[in-house]
Structure formats: structure tokens, C-alpha cells
């Protein structure tokens, strides 16, 4: 290489540690703006152009990826599971009080401790989570690996301040678990706080800060709908769903989850960092993190009544369960004067709600019949008010649940229903007042709506309707396809659904895009008006993206995210069609059983069927291009040697329907080389320039089929509550 090259590369690289720089900053600000202060300033198509700039950089440069960087949350999985960790200062719990009466016996408590001196209290939600401790540092040197990330460096803070080392969960207390690479993934954790905002924070450059993971009702709703497609026994609470997720060895899968983090403690060598608590709480906000809006301080006991009685209030509408108040003593010297008994503080109580339990009797076990045929018990029970809604019915899932609960038709049940979530039987209760039931339910043998054979395959849970025709299974295709997150066909709901069965107006999906104003006009309660107005929605319906179509088709497993993914990686209905249970296996979330099952769709002659009339009433057969055809824009691949899935023609063919150029030789231009078995001279030549090489699984993932396949913009879709 000639000075005069080594030169210009050294300004390159100068240019290039400066832009990375910068636009890490800017993700950062962008991240910190929708994540946790719910206000996004940018566009997602704006925020993914930076993303892929950056990685595109870092690709070029990989010596200056830092374990921070916005591009790095998803690591490489926890090998051994999870090492245990000592906590810098016990983690405790709290008392509870569950009335007036006994929140006035601690608050005189407090007072005999501290006297006439001012006390006053920071009221907090008590969010329904699992707690953890992030501990925070100076960064490692550039080019650190995340694999290792409690490495220290001795150097002072850099501009970079502040760097996630370690995430702790609760454990026993005294010592929990590393789950830092889990930790990572959620996106209102930062990976590093600015030094300018740690320093106007306040926050010392080493710092822990403790606080709660919890599961968005939303994403726990998704997660079990997931769940209850793959024939999974579903998680009984958001709470189990977070400490779950929390604990899985697969940080992908963690990533999906959407957990949230708000923080409540600042410590530093398990000490308090500010004097107050409401310092605390104003530092850690501006120190980037999470922390909840519902907070106050007050000084009179009507003032913590009153606090508590509208997070009450408003718990149904919050987006996150909570089960209570917690009350900490504001000033940090009182809590020392204070101290603890045993386990839990003096200086702080946790108010809990009453819990929104109830004892009711089972009156009868009713079988439903789902759009995959699969049978569902429901037990009927006789209603009962909880928590100002009355509940008269709850899913038993399937014969197995039914099982562990011992259940009788006739036993006294606890019933629990959280925020949002459908209730759920606990348990049997039998005592003197509780009598047990007499009445063993038996599956039936025959489906309750059209009398067909009903299975049960080995090893799995549910019962089956072996009718693909039956009605019932039709009825909840239908409404499957037209709903929201579906097909969001408005006005298709099941009054009409049910009437278009009866009047035989429609034999299945495809039934749909041939009714007429004239037939519709035949049913009752339907006007003119609202004939149009679903002739319209149907009309539109044709506009829904692949994925859509995809999960409407109501292909075993195949729920909301598999079908993105699917789409995503096949890009058209036909490619999947096509496809072999190995190639679908090579998609994301797919697993043997997933492939087979939408193989096995596939290969039904009544399904090609289905699919060809969707295809000539004009649905979408092709993925959205837009974010297909920009994904590697800009960049320049240079293939070489042989590939073990790709052969080099699809592999061009893939990079270029990505927006990605394909070029013959190796310059300093090229961005990165794949390179199969028996790559020679180019891989090299690659080396040499300093180019990135990737292996076939690499590229792969940049097309989309791998982890991080989706845009960033998918990453970011179900932000925080109160998010858009
Ligand atoms: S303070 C020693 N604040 O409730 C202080 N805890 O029963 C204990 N929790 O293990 C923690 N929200 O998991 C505190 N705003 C909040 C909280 C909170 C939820 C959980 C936490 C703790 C449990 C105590």
C-alpha cells in the first residue's frame, strides 16, 4: 500500500469513527424519545435509515463496535445458564397493609421511630413484575466483546459514560442470577447513559439502579395467543410471563417479548445515591431510564388515601398490572433512623389492592369449537362480581387443565382476573361451606356442533372436530379472517357471519369477495347502507399486505408474527406454496412441527383451492417491496467459493431483490464478502483490504430469514404503554 493509500484510509477510518459516533448518539436520542418517554420524533422509516447506515458502518469497521452500541442488544445466548450473582446490598420485600386501619398502624410506627421531626412519603405503583438490579460502569475499551460485558476498564469515564455490565435478577434475595444478555433486549433499558446526562443527573459514573421488568398486557395477550396456537398451556399472569422470559436461554425470544423496565432505586456500593427518594426517582429519569409518571409526594395521611384510591382507580386502563401502592419514607436519613425487621423495611409498605379474586360455583362445562377445530371447555359458572365486572365464564383450555385442577361440574372454583385478562380458574375450593361438585365431565366424543368424530393426537393436548367443514369451524374462520389484526373487514362480525352460513351466502373465505349488494340486502337487518359499507370493507380487505392474508388463511401454528416472518423471507404466497419443510424451517420461529403443518396446508387440495380464488378476487400475493428493496441499499456484495444452502445465482438474486449490489472483484468499496468453502483469492484480497466476510447464515440474516431479519422498524412496532 502506497503512503499516500495508507493515508486516505486513515482519514477514512477518522471519518467513519466520527460518523459512527454520531449517529449512535442520535439512535440513542431517538431510543430514549420512544421508548421511555413515549414521544417519538422521527418517523420509523426515517429511524431504520439511520439504523442501517450504522450497521453498514460497523460492518465496515468491526473494530469499533462497542458492546453499547444500538446495534448490539441481541447477543449470543447465555452457554451454561445463568451464573450466580451476589447483590450489592440485599434485595428485599415489603410488608403489606391492606386497609386504612393498617396503614395508620405503620405511619404511627414511622412516627414513634422519628418523633416530631417532618416526615414525609413518596407514594409509587406497585408494578406486577419480577424485580432486577442493573449495575452500570465505565465502559470497556472499544472493540470489547457484549459476550463479556462485566469486563472493567480502569480508564476514566469516557464521553460515553455510564455502560450496562450486569442485570441481577431477585433471586433469593442475597444472590440472583446474570440475565444480562436478556436484560439487553429491552429497549427502555439503555446499554449507556450519556456522560452529560449522568453528570446533569447527578448519577456517580458507577451506579446501580433497581427496579421492575414487567410484561405489557398487551404483549402477554399476544404472547398467549401465540402460545395457545402452538398448543401451549398459556401463562397465567403477566407477572409468570415476565420471570419466564426473563429466565429463557434464548435472547431472541426475549427480544420478541416487548418486556418494559422502569426504575426505583439508585445505589451506589449498595448505598443510596441521593437523599431523598424523590431525587432518586427525578435522577434516574434524567439519567434516561424508565421511570413511572405516577408518582408523588405527600405528607398527610388523606394525601397517601387519596393517592391510593385513584391508582385504583385507574388500574384497569394502565396497560401494565400493578397490585398495589408502594409508600417509602422520602428522606434517606429517616429510613437509616428507621432501618429493618428481618426481611422487609420499616421505612417503606407496600398498600395492596383488595385482589380481584372470587369464590364461585362451576354450573356446567360448555365445549366450544375454534376455527382449527379444535375443542375448548369453558366453564360456566354461576356469575359473580369481581372487581366491578361480573364474570360468568372461564377458559379451561383443554382436557389437561381440567386434570391438574381436579374439577367437578358443580365444585366451588377460585376465580382471578387481572387487567385485561380473561379470567382463570385457580383452583378447586372445597371446605364446610364449599361442598365438592359430583359431576365428572367426559370430553365428548363427538363434536358438539356437527356431531363428527373428535381426535386427539398423541402427545398433544387438544381435542379435535376432524370435520373441515363443520360449521362451527367455518363461522370462527370467517371471523378470524375479518378481524382487526387480520383482514380488518369492519362490520363482519357475528351476528352476520352467523347469517350468511344459515342463508348458505357463503360456503368459505373466498365466499366473501363474490357477495352482492342484492344478497346482502336479503338478511335481516341489513340496509342498503351498511351493505355498502361491508362491500367496502371487503373491497379493501384485497389491499391487506401478504401477512395479513397469510395469517387469515388459518394455518395451524401459523400466528400474527410467524406469517410477517414468512412473508418477509418468501416474499410471495406462490414462493411459499413451494416451499419444503426444510426451507420453512429455516425461518425464524419455525420449528418441524410449524413446517410441517403449513406443508401440510399446502398440500390440501381444497386449500390450493382457496388460495387460487383469493388470487383471482385480487388479494396480495407479494410482500410490501418497499422495505424488501432498500434493506441492503447502498451496499456491495462480492461472492465467493461454494455456499451450503445458496447457490451463488440465488444468492444474487436474493441480495439484489434486496436493494444490494453484486459486484465480481474486491475493492475497498466492497462492504462485504461472502465467502462459501474453497473461497480463495478474494476472500484474501478481503482480508487484506479489510473488508467484513460474512458466512452464508450472515448474509441470510441481513435478507431477513435470521434473528435480526426483520427491519428495525419492525423492532421497534408495540413500544412501551402509552406509546403509539
Ligand atoms: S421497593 C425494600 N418499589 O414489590 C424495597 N418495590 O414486595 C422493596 N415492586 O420485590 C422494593 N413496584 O419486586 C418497590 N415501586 C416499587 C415497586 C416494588 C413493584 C415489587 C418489587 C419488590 C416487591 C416487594
Given at each position: 500500500?502506497?503512503?499516500?493509500e495508507?493515508?486516505?484510509?486513515?482519514?477514512?477510518?477518522?471519518?467513519?469513527?466520527?460518523?459512527?459516533?454520531?449517529?449512535?448518539?442520535?439512535?440513542?436520542?431517538?431510543?430514549?424519545?420512544?421508548?421511555?418517554?413515549d414521544?417519538?420524533?422521527?418517523?420509523?422509516?426515517?429511524?431504520?435509515?439511520?439504523?442501517?447506515?450504522?450497521?453498514?458502518?460497523?460492518?465496515?469497521?468491526?473494530?469499533?463496535?462497542?458492546?453499547?452500541?444500538?446495534?448490539?442488544?441481541?447477543?449470543?445466548?447465555?452457554?451454561?445458564?445463568?451464573?450466580?450473582?451476589?447483590?450489592?446490598?440485599?434485595?428485599?420485600?415489603?410488608?403489606?397493609?391492606?386497609?386504612?386501619?393498617?396503614?395508620s398502624?405503620?405511619?404511627?410506627?414511622?412516627?414513634?421511630?422519628?418523633?416530631?421531626?417532618?416526615?414525609?412519603?413518596?407514594?409509587?405503583?406497585?408494578?406486577?413484575?419480577?424485580?432486577?438490579a442493573?449495575?452500570?460502569?465505565?465502559?470497556?475499551?472499544?472493540?470489547?466483546?457484549?459476550?463479556?460485558?462485566?469486563?472493567?476498564?480502569?480508564?476514566?469515564?469516557?464521553?460515553?459514560?455510564?455502560?450496562?455490565?450486569?442485570?441481577?435478577?431477585?433471586?433469593?434475595?442475597?444472590?440472583?442470577?446474570?440475565?444480562?444478555?436478556?436484560?439487553?433486549?429491552?429497549?427502555?433499558?439503555?446499554?449507556?447513559?450519556?456522560?452529560?446526562r449522568?453528570?446533569?443527573?447527578?448519577?456517580?459514573?458507577?451506579?446501580?439502579?433497581?427496579?421492575?421488568?414487567?410484561?405489557?398486557?398487551?404483549?402477554?395477550?399476544?404472547?398467549?395467543?401465540?402460545?395457545?396456537?402452538?398448543?401451549?398451556?398459556?401463562?397465567?399472569?403477566?407477572?409468570?410471563?415476565?420471570?419466564?422470559?426473563?429466565?429463557?436461554?434464548?435472547?431472541?425470544?426475549?427480544?420478541?417479548?416487548?418486556?418494559?423496565?422502569?426504575?426505583?432505586?439508585?445505589?451506589?456500593?449498595?448505598?443510596?445515591?441521593?437523599?431523598?427518594?424523590?431525587?432518586?426517582?427525578?435522577?434516574?429519569?434524567?439519567?434516561?431510564?424508565?421511570?413511572?409518571?405516577?408518582?408523588?409526594?405527600?405528607?398527610?395521611?388523606?394525601?397517601?388515601?387519596?393517592?391510593?384510591?385513584?391508582?385504583?382507580?385507574?388500574?384497569?386502563?394502565?396497560?401494565?398490572?400493578?397490585?398495589?401502592?408502594?409508600?417509602?419514607v422520602?428522606?434517606?436519613?429517616?429510613?437509616?433512623?428507621?432501618?429493618?425487621?428481618?426481611?422487609?423495611?420499616?421505612?417503606?409498605?407496600?398498600?395492596?389492592?383488595?385482589?380481584?379474586?372470587?369464590?364461585?360455583?362451576?354450573?356446567d362445562?360448555?365445549?366450544?369449537?375454534?376455527?382449527?377445530?379444535?375443542?375448548?371447555?369453558?366453564?360456566?359458572?354461576?356469575?359473580?362480581?369481581?372487581?366491578?365486572?361480573?364474570?360468568?365464564?372461564?377458559?379451561?383450555?383443554?382436557?389437561?387443565?381440567?386434570?391438574?385442577?381436579?374439577?367437578?361440574?358443580?365444585?366451588?372454583?377460585?376465580?382471578?382476573?387481572?387487567?385485561?385478562?380473561?379470567?382463570?380458574?385457580?383452583?378447586v375450593?372445597?371446605?364446610?361451606?364449599?361442598?365438592r361438585?359430583?359431576?365428572?365431565?367426559?370430553?365428548p366424543?363427538?363434536?358438539?356442533?356437527?356431531?363428527?368424530?373428535?381426535?386427539?393426537a398423541?402427545g398433544?393436548?387438544?381435542?379435535?372436530?376432524?370435520?373441515?367443514?363443520?360449521?362451527?369451524?367455518?363461522?370462527?374462520?370467517?371471523?378470524?379472517?375479518?378481524a382487526?389484526?387480520?383482514?380488518?373487514?369492519?362490520?363482519?362480525?357475528?351476528?352476520?357471519?352467523?347469517q350468511?352460513?344459515?342463508?348458505?351466502?357463503?360456503?368459505?373465505?373466498?365466499?366473501?369477495?363474490?357477495?352482492?349488494?342484492?344478497?346482502?340486502?336479503?338478511?335481516?337487518?341489513?340496509?342498503?347502507?351498511?351493505?355498502?359499507?361491508?362491500?367496502?370493507?371487503?373491497?379493501?380487505?384485497?389491499?391487506?399486505?401478504?401477512?395479513?392474508?397469510?395469517?387469515?388463511?388459518?394455518?395451524?401454528?401459523?400466528g400474527?408474527?410467524?406469517?410477517?416472518?414468512?412473508?418477509?423471507?418468501?416474499?410471495?404466497?406462490?414462493?411459499?406454496?413451494?416451499?419444503?419443510?426444510?426451507?420453512?424451517?429455516?425461518?425464524?420461529?419455525?420449528?418441524?412441527?410449524?413446517?410441517?403443518?403449513?406443508?401440510?396446508?399446502?398440500?390440501?387440495?381444497?386449500?390450493?383451492?382457496?388460495v387460487?380464488?383469493?388470487?383471482?378476487?385480487?388479494?396480495?400475493?407479494?410482500?410490501?417491496?418497499?422495505?424488501?428493496?432498500?434493506?441492503?441499499?447502498?451496499?456491495?456484495?462480492?461472492?465467493?467459493?461454494?455456499?451450503?444452502?445458496?447457490?451463488?445465482?440465488?444468492?444474487?438474486?436474493?441480495?439484489?431483490?434486496?436493494?444490494?449490489?453484486?459486484?465480481?472483484?474486491?475493492?475497498?468499496?466492497?462492504?462485504?464478502?461472502?465467502?462459501?468453502?474453497?473461497a480463495?483469492?478474494?476472500?484474501?484480497?478481503?482480508?487484506?483490504?479489510?473488508?467484513?466476510?460474512?458466512?452464508?447464515?450472515?448474509?441470510?440474516?441481513?435478507?431477513?430469514?435470521?434473528?435480526?431479519?426483520?427491519?428495525?422498524?419492525?423492532?421497534?412496532?408495540?413500544?412501551?404503554?402509552?406509546g403509539?
Amino acid at each position: 500500500m502506497s503512503k499516500a493509500e495508507t493515508g486516505s484510509r486513515e482519514r477514512e477510518s477518522e471519518q467513519a469513527e466520527k460518523r459512527i459516533a454520531d449517529i449512535r448518539d442520535e439512535i440513542r436520542r431517538h431510543d430514549y424519545q420512544y421508548y421511555v418517554q413515549d414521544s417519538p420524533e422521527i418517523s420509523d422509516a426515517a429511524y431504520d435509515v439511520l439504523m442501517r447506515e450504522l450497521r453498514a458502518l460497523e460492518g465496515r469497521h468491526p473494530e469499533l463496535i462497542v458492546p453499547d452500541s444500538p446495534t448490539q442488544r441481541i447477543g449470543g445466548k447465555p452457554k451454561e445458564g445463568f451464573q450466580k450473582l451476589q447483590h450489592s446490598r440485599p434485595m428485599l420485600s415489603l410488608d403489606n397493609v391492606t386497609s386504612e386501619a393498617e396503614l395508620s398502624d405503620w405511619e404511627r410506627r414511622v412516627r414513634s421511630v422519628l418523633g416530631d421531626a417532618k416526615v414525609t412519603y413518596v407514594c409509587e405503583l406497585k408494578l406486577d413484575g419480577v424485580s432486577i438490579a442493573l449495575h452500570y460502569g465505565p465502559p470497556a475499551e472499544p472493540g470489547g466483546s457484549h459476550a463479556e460485558p462485566t469486563r472493567h476498564s480502569s480508564k476514566a469515564p469516557t464521553e460515553r459514560g455510564g455502560v450496562l455490565l450486569r442485570a441481577i435478577t431477585r433471586g433469593d434475595g442475597a444472590v440472583g442470577e446474570d440475565v444480562t444478555t436478556n436484560v439487553r433486549t429491552i429497549r427502555s433499558v439503555p446499554l449507556s447513559s450519556p456522560q452529560a446526562r449522568l453528570e446533569h443527573s447527578g448519577m456517580p459514573p458507577e451506579f446501580e439502579v433497581r427496579g421492575e421488568v414487567v410484561m405489557p398486557i398487551e404483549g402477554f395477550l399476544a404472547l398467549n395467543q401465540e402460545r395457545e396456537e402452538q398448543g401451549l398451556p398459556p401463562a397465567a399472569n403477566p407477572r409468570n410471563a415476565a420471570a419466564g422470559t426473563i429466565r429463557t436461554l434464548e435472547p431472541n425470544i426475549v427480544a420478541q417479548r416487548r418486556l418494559d423496565f422502569y426504575g426505583y432505586f439508585a445505589l451506589h456500593e449498595g448505598e443510596n445515591v441521593f437523599g431523598e427518594q424523590t431525587k432518586a426517582l427525578d435522577a434516574l429519569s434524567a439519567a434516561g431510564f424508565r421511570v413511572n409518571p405516577r408518582r408523588t409526594e405527600v405528607d398527610s395521611r388523606e394525601a397517601l388515601l387519596g393517592f391510593v384510591a385513584k391508582a385504583e382507580s385507574e388500574r384497569d386502563t394502565l396497560g401494565y398490572e400493578i397490585d398495589g401502592v408502594v409508600i417509602k419514607v422520602n428522606r434517606t436519613d429517616q429510613q437509616q433512623q428507621l432501618g429493618f425487621t428481618g426481611r422487609a423495611p420499616r421505612w417503606a409498605v407496600a398498600y395492596k389492592f383488595a385482589s380481584r379474586n372470587g369464590i364461585t360455583r362451576v354450573e356446567d362445562i360448555a365445549v366450544q369449537v375454534g376455527r382449527t377445530g379444535k375443542l375448548t371447555p369453558v366453564a360456566i359458572l354461576h356469575p359473580v362480581a369481581i372487581g366491578g365486572t361480573t364474570v360468568s365464564r372461564a377458559t379451561l383450555h383443554n382436557a389437561d387443565e381440567i386434570e391438574r385442577l381436579g374439577l367437578k361440574i358443580g365444585d366451588s372454583v377460585l376465580v382471578e382476573r387481572g387487567g385485561d385478562v380473561i379470567p382463570k380458574i385457580v383452583e378447586v375450593v372445597a371446605d364446610k361451606e364449599h361442598p365438592r361438585g359430583d359431576r365428572t365431565f367426559h370430553f365428548p366424543q363427538r363434536c358438539p356442533v356437527c356431531d363428527s368424530e373428535v381426535v386427539r393426537a398423541e402427545g398433544e393436548a387438544d381435542y379435535r372436530c376432524v370435520n373441515a367443514n363443520c360449521p362451527a369451524r367455518l363461522r370462527e374462520s370467517l371471523l378470524h379472517f375479518a378481524a382487526r389484526k387480520v383482514m380488518n373487514i369492519d362490520g363482519l362480525g357475528e351476528a352476520l357471519v352467523t347469517q350468511l352460513l344459515e342463508h348458505k351466502l357463503v360456503t368459505g373465505i373466498a365466499g366473501l369477495y363474490t357477495l352482492t349488494e342484492a344478497e346482502l340486502l336479503t338478511l335481516d337487518r341489513v340496509a342498503k347502507k351498511s351493505a355498502e359499507s361491508l362491500l367496502a370493507g371487503i373491497e379493501a380487505s384485497k389491499k391487506a399486505p401478504l401477512h395479513r392474508v397469510l395469517f387469515g388463511l388459518g394455518i395451524r401454528f401459523v400466528g400474527e408474527r410467524t406469517a410477517e416472518l414468512l412473508a418477509a423471507s418468501f416474499g410471495s404466497m406462490d414462493a411459499l406454496m413451494k416451499a419444503k419443510p426444510e426451507e420453512l424451517e429455516q425461518v425464524e420461529d419455525v420449528g418441524p412441527r410449524v413446517a410441517q403443518a403449513i406443508a401440510e396446508f399446502f398440500a390440501e387440495a381444497k386449500n390450493r383451492e382457496l388460495v387460487e380464488r383469493l388470487r383471482q378476487a385480487g388479494l396480495t400475493f407479494t410482500a410490501e417491496t418497499k422495505r424488501k428493496t432498500s434493506q441492503l441499499a447502498g451496499l456491495t456484495f462480492v461472492l465467493t467459493g461454494t455456499m451450503p444452502g445458496l447457490t451463488r445465482e440465488e444468492a444474487k438474486a436474493r441480495i439484489e431483490a434486496a436493494g444490494g449490489r453484486v459486484s465480481g472483484s474486491v475493492s475497498r468499496k466492497t462492504s462485504y464478502v461472502v465467502a462459501g468453502e474453497d473461497a480463495g483469492a478474494k476472500l484474501d484480497k478481503a482480508r487484506e483490504l479489510k473488508v467484513p466476510v460474512l458466512e452464508e447464515e450472515q448474509l441470510l440474516e441481513m435478507l431477513g430469514a435470521g434473528p435480526e431479519g426483520h427491519s428495525d422498524h419492525a423492532e421497534r412496532g408495540n413500544p412501551a404503554p402509552g406509546g403509539r
